[in-house]
């Protein structure tokens, strides 16, 4: 194929990923119609991925067609890779790459005028303690996670991976439909190590890091962990209510950092209103009461899952604590081909901060429509909608 005009553009969106020390390994998801084009693909992540927080992309044009060409950005430019993990979905081909970069052929790939997550958070660290300022870490957070949609976007990975049957009746069958949810590793690892050069300004703190399931409780590893000024405790990552849906069937959960929450929450002080989730709070620990976030009524498919860090459960609530979680959503149909059907619309994945109203409104809160609508007429819209006698 011939390529008539190549455009070079520089990006400053805000991405993922940290750059590298000396070599940098970063392990990459990618879905593509066939094995070595999800290869390909995730390659070409790698590099997104460890170029830091801005990266820039090669587009390319043939004819009146615009792509992105990973090749173009990739080529003689990867020390080495291993495939973790490939399997087919109803997407294609998914693979799970680990993918050596070199100091030297980051520092060749970003534009010099780039600055890089690993830069940003080396020049925090070395300023002297009189330099910082709390008004300065959050700046820094809030630059990093920017808000839920793109916490969600950018830290985790949504694959449909398969469906099974259980029963099957002369006019219907039910079984389940697999949706894969991944940690985009380098995004948190990046997130961990900016966290861990926020110093606090005082005593008074809270602990931020990894989840893990310690007997029947499930907190912040202590030996995975950073003192941050508890001023900040609301500029962390936080609680992700999420609905996936394949067609018309939809599961219910709440991501948090590397843990999917079922009717459970991070206590914290505000919402503590016994001596014993107090308690809770100070210890960093996941309440497993519900709280007030939408319940979740997912189920986990613990064979198929990679939960390194533990689960523990209670009542309706519980913890999963890993890389992976699969998500099995109950489904019917009327034969095995109207369930192939619902496969191949894919799988759709929203937040789901407004609860059951969110079902049918969270179009209207999309970032590519916010500046055809009118928030006025969009609020008496949901008003008359919603309210009328």
Not at 10 to 19: N, V
Not at 202 to 215: H, L, P, Q
């Amino acid at each position: 194929m011939k390529t008539s005009l190549q455009l070079i553009s520089f990006s400053l969106a805000l991405m993922i990923g940290s750059a590298a020390a000396a070599q940098t390994t970063v392990n990459v998801d990618a879905t593509a119609s066939t094995r070595d084009a999800a290869i390909e693909k995730a390659l070409g992540d790698a590099l997104v991925e460890a170029l830091g927080s801005h990266v820039f992309s090669v587009t390319t044009m043939t004819d009146d067609q615009f792509s992105t060409m990973s090749t173009s950005v990739t080529s003689g430019k990867i020390d080495d890779y291993e495939v973790l993990e490939e399997y087919e979905t109803f997407e294609g081909v998914h693979v799970r790459l680990a993918v050596d970069l070199s100091d030297q052929t980051l520092a060749s790939l970003a534009p010099k005028e780039v600055v890089t997550w690993d830069q940003k958070i080396e020049g925090t660290q070395a300023l002297d303690m009189a330099q910082r300022s709390i008004s300065d870490y959050r700046n820094a957070l809030d630059e990093f996670l920017v808000g839920p949609r793109h916490q969600l976007n950018a830290g985790y990975a949504f694959v449909l991976r398969s469906y099974d049957v259980d029963a099957v009746g002369s006019n219907s069958l039910s079984g389940h439909i697999y949706v894969d949810v991944s940690l985009n590793q380098s995004w948190w690892n990046t997130y961990y190590e900016l966290v861990s050069v926020l110093t606090p300004q005082g005593s008074d703190v809270v602990r931020e890091g990894r989840i893990k399931v310690f007997g029947d409780t499930a907190k912040v590893d202590p030996g995975y962990n950073s003192l941050v000024d508890k001023s900040l405790q609301y500029d962390l990552a936080h609680p992700l209510p999420v609905r996936v849906s394949v067609g018309n069937n939809v599961s219910r959960f709440i991501l948090y950092k590397n843990a999917l929450l079922l009717s459970a929450q991070p206590m914290t002080e505000d919402t503590a209103r016994t001596d014993y989730q107090r308690e809770q709070a100070r210890q960093a620990e996941i309440s497993m009461t519900k709280g007030n976030v939408p319940a979740g009524d997912a189920l986990v498919d613990r064979g198929k899952s990679a939960l390194g860090c533990g689960v523990v459960t209670a009542v309706n609530s519980a913890v999963y604590c890993g890389d992976r979680f699969t998500i099995k959503i109950p489904v019917e149909a009327r034969n095995e081909a109207e369930l192939i059907d619902t496969m191949r619309q894919g799988v759709k994945v929203e937040l789901d901060l407004y609860g059951s109203a969110c079902e049918n409104d969270c179009n209207i809160f999309e970032k590519d429509n916010e500046s055809e609508l009118d928030p006025n007429q969009l609020l008496k819209d949901f008003l008359d909608k919603n309210y009328r006698q």
